[in-house]
């Protein structure tokens, strides 16, 4: 069964990339008058405590959000990710952190009918997930199941609405998450080609980490799609650490829109100055 919680990592560097990066994306399409459908396979609990067992054990979100708030940002994603958070919380506080079906709900429109469908398996977080959904009282805007998202994903694209941004963000606990991340894609892109894709990973000294960027890379090429592609790594930390855990993450999005890139070229740098902590710190931004 699943031991990953993301309950451990929320806030975390990783958490600010990705957060940081679908803000822009939903942001992009929720300029439009026409309504948005997002799928997000891979949920988690949706909201979480920073002062928690949980959090304040791993202490993840210290090199994450918690050095983001405390410092001057200018890039406008950052400036738009650090005021999303903030409006999860008291003035001057990060107890809560928003997960990404939290991130996109905020920026959903009713008016315009958006709708938000999760996807959530661990029994647990499933359980967490439907009651924070609950208090949201969004009625048929979010819709959530415990439910495999790699599967579920099939019957929902095309969308009705003929947009979408789907978000696929598993725990790659499993080896086998990684193959199932580009089978996902492959088929989704033949069931809806205009669809916007957004893939988190972790970088990672296992084969099959190294090769999802290139996997992606080819199959959006091989179907004749854009892609984006970010690495945020904020290097090892000066102190020696038993288990140091996570050092570095990347985004790939295949369709991305044409804003996201130029926000990134200005935020990943600053992103980089606030988290960078020491020996092999640094960000890469690529594109089709
Ligand atoms: N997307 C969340 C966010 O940004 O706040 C974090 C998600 S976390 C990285 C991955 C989640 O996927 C875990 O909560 C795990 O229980 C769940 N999970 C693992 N396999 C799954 C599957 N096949 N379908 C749906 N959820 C799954």
Redesign the pocket.
Known sequence: M?S???GFH?GNHA?VL??TVLIAVVKHLTAKDSPLSVI??????GLYRLDDDFAGTSGEALDGIHKLRQAVVSAPLLQDYIELVASFNRPGETRIYP???FVVQALLRKAARDKLHL????PT?SKALAAHVEQLQAGKQVTQQR????ESLKALLPPPSRRALV?V???Y?IKS?YSKVVAALQDSLKRFATGVYMV?YPVIPRPEAHDLPRRLKTLSNNAGKPWLHATLSIGHAEEKKERPGLTASGVFIVNPPHTVKEGLQVALPEMLAVLGRGKGKGTTLESS
Do not use: I, V
Request: glycine letters at 10%.
């Open positions: 699943f990953y919680r993301h929320a958490d990705k957060h997000d396979t891979h949920a988690g609990a997960g990404s079906p996807f959530e398996m661990h977080d439910a495999d998202g790699f978000l963000d598993p725990s606990e998450d988190w």
